[in-house]
């Protein structure tokens, strides 16, 4: 049983591009969670997903970002027009149920640095 | 609004010695609080939670305490080793409904040999 998969681990981006972050949940977790942890900080709260259905994005900037979390297929994280206050490391997580109720799983975060 | 605060901020311990990092949360609705661990350049792992229900954990070398009344909690880690070097977050969740978790800042131990 894999374990969360985020992919990519790094990705350079220049300034104005577009980001995309994959999340593959654990098998059989319908609940997913992206934070964002700027070097030297803790993990900041931004979304929460369930199956094509945003939970509470109450930590997600209100432009240039957006989540999903389709029927098929890996969660996804974008970041459009990026600047160089995006550079950061995203950490999805994923649980059974909520997280007050099962033990979140973070997987390896992907490093997003933007050039 | 929703906040977790968590001290100190870096805290550097004698191998052998006890280690004791501190959180507060504001949300007095807040039921589960984990701890996570995060080595250099790895993803956060729990290594111990609690639910408002106890007020205290223990499992080896690690316990966690809560106090609801005072809304703070307490990671303890007793005989420190140098593999207990990294970041420790504490979390708590928010709302009645659970679903989502604040992390405090962070505490870098690290244990002196």
């Known amino acids: 049983n894999a374990g969360v998969m985020q992919n990519p681990r790094h990705l350079v981006r220049r300034r104005g591009q577009e980001a995309r972050l994959r999340c593959s949940p654990m098998?059989?977790?319908?609940?997913v969670y992206w934070y964002r942890q700027l070097p030297e900080e803790g993990l900041k709260f931004m979304v929460y997903?369930?199956?094509?259905?945003?939970?509470?994005e109450s930590g997600m900037p209100k432009e240039r970002f957006s989540a999903e979390f389709p029927k098929e297929g890996p969660s996804i994280l974008r970041i459009q027009q990026v600047v160089r206050g995006d550079s950061a490391a995203y950490f999805c997580?994923?649980?059974?149920?909520?997280?007050?109720?099962?033990?979140?799983?973070f997987g390896q975060g992907t490093r997003l640095t933007v050039v | 609004g929703e906040n977790v605060e968590q001290h100190p901020s870096t805290l550097s311990v004698q191998e052998g010695d006890s280690a004791v990092i501190k959180c507060t949360y504001s949300?007095?609705?807040?039921?589960?609080f984990p701890w996570y661990k995060q080595e250099l350049g790895k993803r956060p792992q729990l290594i111990i939670d609690?639910?408002?229900?106890?007020g205290e954990k223990k499992d080896q070398r690690i316990a966690v305490t809560l106090n609801k009344t005072a809304k703070h909690f307490s990671l303890h880690i007793t005989e420190t080793q140098p593999e207990d070097s990294a970041v420790y977050f504490c979390?708590?969740?928010?709302?009645?409904?659970?679903?989502?978790?604040?992390f405090g800042s962070g505490t870098r131990l690290s244990i002196r040999p």
């Open positions: 979390a708590a969740s928010i709302g009645s409904s659970a679903s989502k978790i604040i």
């Open positions: 609690i639910r408002s229900n106890v």
């Open positions: 997903l369930q199956k094509e259905n945003i939970i509470d």
């Open positions: 997580a994923s649980s059974l149920g909520g997280q007050g109720d099962t033990e979140a799983f």
């Open positions: 098998k059989g977790h319908s609940h």
């Open positions: 949300d007095s609705a807040s039921n589960y």
